[in-house]
Structures are given as structure tokens and as C-alpha cells.
């Protein structure tokens, strides 16, 4: 048996070599264990009846309450086809609220071939693309999808949203970067995030921002040339950007790109239909070399009156998304009477070009009247068909702003005119733009109709601020 003196000079011997922490460190072990072997409760509940449960028990309501201001108690009734023209709770008005930018969502060939599509194959099977969600319109919309874009391959999206949101976490990782415009859309805001990648926002179409952060980067990667050898780089900007109507600086991005060795992603959802001889988009407006952007995204509900996106590229970066794209792979496959339509769309794109010179016409004719507005000023390219509308005024309270623009949207529906009040998610955007009124133009608008718009716009504009003082 070991003797007491022995104990304590181990202890002495142990106290003598230990570092004040590993001191602190045993001594609250210590005392934790004196806690938990000695620590007894001095008082001891009672148990409570039943009744008395029950009396203190508030139940919570099934339905929370909602303040009087919230949007779904304002909701708005469309009936029947969405076209140039919608009605909106009974009122007849001219469309500038939804975007069909080349007014496919009227075209009854497209109608027939979805009715013909929805009679052969049922509305869908459900499941996603590979596992029994394949059928063979899907399979021809992404070669002709492939074909249109000049590209080798493309693969299809159930939703536009989930098409960027998906594709730019299926490349970038943890522990790359990512260097994207302040002002894109939400889709890819969430793609940003789902990817977990480090993110650096340079200012809206601000090229020398971009470059500066491209340097500094550059200046922390010869600090660690191991880790900078493993890290990937990667560029995302939208062809024309939903949040302000601007069309970005492709020329420049692609001059970045190659100097700074960037992996290029381009949104061209709202181009696509729009910009180009064909509808190809920024890329063919700009005459930019297609192999200069590794991935082009877009959406089919812009321009193509119809659901669901692509991707295109080469053979190896596409095909990559059909292991990897989360919207791909455990979402249900695109209803092939919608992929009937975006074929037919296709269609109309190769066999009516110009339909494309009909809708930048359309866009610089509204763009031209955007100046008459008084209480206004406005952000978007001449080419764009999306416009947005800002008070002229500004006020220092974005809701109160916001507030005075649902007020004119909803007058100019009563009025004859449909506009919205572009909507944010204001505590999940990363920058929330300004509160906006947002026009889209369609090809079908008629000169005297978009004259009509802009009085009623007007005239609404002018009575609410003379109402609000």
C-alpha cells in the first residue's frame, strides 16, 4: 500500500511542473466533480393535479395573429389567359406587371402543341429525371436546346429558379471563391449560399471594384502559393440583371476572366429571347466567343412563355450537373407538356427572328417615355424588358417608400393598368435594392397601348402624392 507522504509529494512534484492553466484547468475539473457527486436539491416541487396543469395551460392559437397590413390580406384576383392584357379583380388593364416579354404565353400553336403533348403523356410522372422522370420531349428539348445555343450539350430544369441556384453549388465547394455583381437576383444569391464557398460582392457593373478585389486576392494567394495552387475562382453575373434592368459589361468580364483565370458563370435569363440576331442572348449581342463563359444559365419563363431552365455548355461541364444538380436530381422532372412548349417556342425563335428586332423596339419606345414621368426617375437599358421605376424622392424609410408604391400599383390596376411593386425578401437579401416599381415590356404592346400605360401612370402618381401631401 502506497504511504501518505508519497501521495502528497507526487502531488507536490505535479503542482511544481504544471503551467497555470493546466493549474485552472484541474481545479475546475475539480470542483465540477465535487458538484455533481455532492450536489443534492434542497427543495423538492411538488407534483401538480391535473387540474392545476390545466389551468395554467394557454393553448397557442391555431392561426397567429396577422397584422392588418400584410400583404395576403390584400391579394389580387387574375381571371382567365395572361396575356398583353389581364384581367385583374374584375378590371380589364394592360399587362406591364408579368414577363412574357415576346408574347408566346397568346401563341395557339404553342397552346395546341402543349393540349397534343398533355393528351400522348399525362401531365408528368412525378419523379425526378433519373428515376423514371425521363421521357423523350425532355430528351429532344435539350438537344434542340444544345443545337439553338451552338453549344455540345444542355440539360433541362424542372423550375427556373432552382436552375442557377443548383449549378453553381454542383462546382463551387467549401474553400472556393466566388466573385459575383452586389445586385444579382435571389436565385443565385441562394446558390451563393447553398455552395458555402467564400463570396466577394464587388459594386453593381463596377469593373475596376472587381479588378480591385481580383488583386487583392491575387496579392493573398502569392502569400500561400500551396493553398492558392488548390483554391478555385469563380465569376458570376447575370447578362441582364432582374434586381435594376442593366445590362452587364460582357466584354470586360471576359478580358478579367481570362487575366485573372476565372471560371465564368452567365445568367442570361432574361436575355435569352431578347438580346442577339437569333435570341441567343448577351453572348451573340455582344459577339463574344462562346467558349469564353464555361456555363450559360437561363430561364424558359422569360421569353419562352413557358416553365422550367437550362444550362448549356461543353459536354464536360454539363453533364457534370446530372450527378450533381440538386434541382436535377431530386426534383420532378419538367411536365413534358410544358418541355412540348419550350420546344415549340424553339420553334418560333429559328422560323421568326424577327420577333427579337419587334421586342427591342418595343423596349426603347417605353424606355423613350420613362423621362415624361414626374415623380420618377428609372434604371434600365434602352434594350432591356425590364424596367424599374423609382420614386424621385427619395424617403428615408423603405417601407414608407415601399408603402406609396403598393398605394400607385394598386390605383393603376383600378385605373386600367397592371404594375406591381417589385417584391424583396428585405431581411434575407444580401443587398436589398430600393423599393422599385418594375415594367416589363411584350412585343404585343401596341404604340397607343404603352401611351395609355404612361398616362394612367401618371395620373395615378399624381393623385397619391397629392393625397399623401
Given at each position: 500500500m502506497v504511504n501518505t507522504p508519497y501521495i502528497i509529494n507526487e502531488i507536490?512534484?505535479?503542482?511544481?511542473?504544471?503551467?497555470?492553466?493546466?493549474l485552472t484547468l484541474e481545479a475546475l475539473l475539480a470542483l465540477g466533480v465535487i458538484w455533481i457527486v455532492f450536489y443534492k436539491r434542497t427543495t423538492k416541487k411538488m407534483p401538480m393535479s391535473e387540474e392545476e396543469i390545466l389551468a395554467r395551460w394557454t393553448p397557442e392559437p391555431?392561426?397567429?395573429?396577422?397584422?392588418?397590413?400584410?400583404?395576403?390580406?390584400?391579394?389580387?384576383i387574375v381571371e382567365g389567359?395572361?396575356?398583353?392584357?389581364?384581367?385583374?379583380?374584375?378590371?380589364?388593364?394592360?399587362?406591364?406587371?408579368?414577363?412574357?416579354?415576346?408574347?408566346?404565353?397568346?401563341?395557339?400553336?404553342?397552346?395546341?402543341?402543349?393540349?397534343?403533348?398533355l393528351r400522348k403523356y399525362g401531365v408528368g410522372s412525378c419523379g425526378p429525371r433519373g428515376f423514371y422522370g425521363t421521357v423523350d420531349v425532355h430528351l429532344e428539348l435539350e438537344e434542340r436546346l444544345a443545337k439553338f445555343m451552338n453549344v455540345e450539350e444542355a440539360v433541362v430544369y424542372s423550375y427556373a429558379f432552382s436552375t442557377i441556384a443548383s449549378a453553381i453549388p454542383a462546382y463551387s465547394k467549401r474553400g472556393d471563391l466566388i466573385f459575383v455583381d452586389e445586385c444579382v437576383n435571389f436565385a443565385i444569391q441562394k446558390g451563393l449560399d447553398a455552395s458555402r464557398s467564400k463570396i466577394f460582392y464587388y459594386k453593381h457593373n463596377d469593373m475596376d471594384d472587381?479588378?480591385?478585389?481580383?488583386?487583392?486576392?491575387?496579392?493573398?494567394?502569392?502569400?500561400?502559393?500551396?493553398?492558392?495552387?488548390?483554391?478555385?475562382?469563380?465569376?458570376?453575373?447575370?447578362?441582364?440583371?432582374?434586381?435594376?434592368?442593366?445590362?452587364?459589361?460582357?466584354?470586360?468580364?471576359?478580358?478579367?476572366?481570362?487575366?485573372?483565370?476565372?471560371?465564368?458563370?452567365?445568367?442570361?435569363?432574361?436575355?435569352?429571347?431578347?438580346?442577339?440576331?437569333?435570341?441567343?442572348?448577351?453572348?451573340?449581342?455582344?459577339?463574344?466567343?462562346?467558349t469564353e463563359v464555361d456555363l450559360v444559365?437561363?430561364?424558359?419563363?422569360?421569353?419562352?412563355?413557358?416553365?422550367?431552365?437550362?444550362?448549356?455548355?461543353?459536354?464536360?461541364?454539363?453533364?457534370?450537373?446530372?450527378?450533381?444538380?440538386?434541382?436535377?436530381?431530386f426534383s420532378a422532372s419538367l411536365p413534358p407538356l410544358l418541355a412540348q412548349a419550350a420546344i415549340s417556342a424553339l420553334d418560333r425563335f429559328e422560323s421568326?427572328?424577327?420577333?427579337?428586332?419587334?421586342?427591342?423596339?418595343?423596349?426603347?419606345?417605353?424606355?423613350?417615355?420613362?423621362s415624361q414621368l414626374?415623380?420618377?426617375?428609372?434604371?434600365?437599358?434602352?434594350l432591356s424588358p425590364v424596367k424599374h421605376l423609382y420614386?424621385?424622392?427619395?424617403?428615408?424609410?423603405?417601407?414608407?417608400?415601399?408603402?406609396?408604391?403598393?398605394?400607385?400599383s394598386t390605383e393603376c390596376i383600378d385605373n386600367g393598368l397592371a404594375v406591381i411593386a417589385a417584391e424583396y425578401l428585405e431581411t434575407m437579401e444580401k443587398h436589398c435594392p430600393r423599393p422599385s416599381i418594375r415594367l416589363t415590356v411584350n412585343r404585343l404592346l401596341t404604340e397607343k397601348e404603352i401611351d395609355d400605360a404612361f398616362r394612367i401612370l401618371e395620373h395615378v402618381s399624381e393623385k397619391v402624392f397629392a393625397s399623401a401631401g
Amino acid at each position: 500500500m502506497v504511504n501518505t507522504p508519497y501521495i502528497i509529494n507526487e502531488i507536490y512534484d505535479i503542482l511544481q511542473k504544471s503551467s497555470p492553466f493546466e493549474l485552472t484547468l484541474e481545479a475546475l475539473l475539480a470542483l465540477g466533480v465535487i458538484w455533481i457527486v455532492f450536489y443534492k436539491r434542497t427543495t423538492k416541487k411538488m407534483p401538480m393535479s391535473e387540474e392545476e396543469i390545466l389551468a395554467r395551460w394557454t393553448p397557442e392559437p391555431l392561426v397567429a395573429e396577422v397584422p392588418q397590413d400584410h400583404p395576403a390580406l390584400k391579394t389580387k384576383i387574375v381571371e382567365g389567359p395572361v396575356g398583353k392584357m389581364v384581367n385583374v379583380n374584375g378590371k380589364e388593364c394592360i399587362n406591364m406587371a408579368t414577363h412574357n416579354y415576346l408574347g408566346l404565353a397568346e401563341d395557339e400553336d404553342i397552346k395546341q402543341a402543349a393540349i397534343k403533348s398533355l393528351r400522348k403523356y399525362g401531365v408528368g410522372s412525378c419523379g425526378p429525371r433519373g428515376f423514371y422522370g425521363t421521357v423523350d420531349v425532355h430528351l429532344e428539348l435539350e438537344e434542340r436546346l444544345a443545337k439553338f445555343m451552338n453549344v455540345e450539350e444542355a440539360v433541362v430544369y424542372s423550375y427556373a429558379f432552382s436552375t442557377i441556384a443548383s449549378a453553381i453549388p454542383a462546382y463551387s465547394k467549401r474553400g472556393d471563391l466566388i466573385f459575383v455583381d452586389e445586385c444579382v437576383n435571389f436565385a443565385i444569391q441562394k446558390g451563393l449560399d447553398a455552395s458555402r464557398s467564400k463570396i466577394f460582392y464587388y459594386k453593381h457593373n463596377d469593373m475596376d471594384d472587381l479588378e480591385r478585389l481580383l488583386q487583392k486576392q491575387q496579392i493573398e494567394d502569392k502569400r500561400n502559393p500551396a493553398k492558392a495552387k488548390k483554391t478555385r475562382r469563380f465569376l458570376v453575373a447575370e447578362a441582364i440583371y432582374m434586381n435594376t434592368g442593366e445590362v452587364c459589361p460582357l466584354p470586360r468580364l471576359v478580358e478579367l476572366r481570362a487575366r485573372y483565370k476565372l471560371r465564368f458563370f452567365l445568367d442570361e435569363s432574361i436575355s435569352f429571347g431578347v438580346l442577339g440576331d437569333s435570341g441567343r442572348g448577351l453572348i451573340e449581342h455582344c459577339n463574344v466567343d462562346k467558349t469564353e463563359v464555361d456555363l450559360v444559365s437561363a430561364g424558359l419563363e422569360w421569353s419562352a412563355a413557358t416553365i422550367g431552365g437550362f444550362c448549356a455548355g461543353s459536354s464536360f461541364i454539363v453533364e457534370h450537373q446530372r450527378l450533381s444538380g440538386l434541382g436535377y436530381c431530386f426534383s420532378a422532372s419538367l411536365p413534358p407538356l410544358l418541355a412540348q412548349a419550350a420546344i415549340s417556342a424553339l420553334d418560333r425563335f429559328e422560323s421568326n427572328p424577327r420577333i427579337f428586332v419587334e421586342l427591342r423596339e418595343r423596349c426603347r419606345m417605353v424606355s423613350n417615355k420613362l423621362s415624361q414621368l414626374k415623380h420618377f426617375q428609372s434604371r434600365g437599358d434602352p434594350l432591356s424588358p425590364v424596367k424599374h421605376l423609382y420614386l424621385k424622392h427619395k424617403h428615408e424609410s423603405w417601407a414608407h417608400e415601399k408603402m406609396l408604391l403598393d398605394e400607385i400599383s394598386t390605383e393603376c390596376i383600378d385605373n386600367g393598368l397592371a404594375v406591381i411593386a417589385a417584391e424583396y425578401l428585405e431581411t434575407m437579401e444580401k443587398h436589398c435594392p430600393r423599393p422599385s416599381i418594375r415594367l416589363t415590356v411584350n412585343r404585343l404592346l401596341t404604340e397607343k397601348e404603352i401611351d395609355d400605360a404612361f398616362r394612367i401612370l401618371e395620373h395615378v402618381s399624381e393623385k397619391v402624392f397629392a393625397s399623401a401631401g
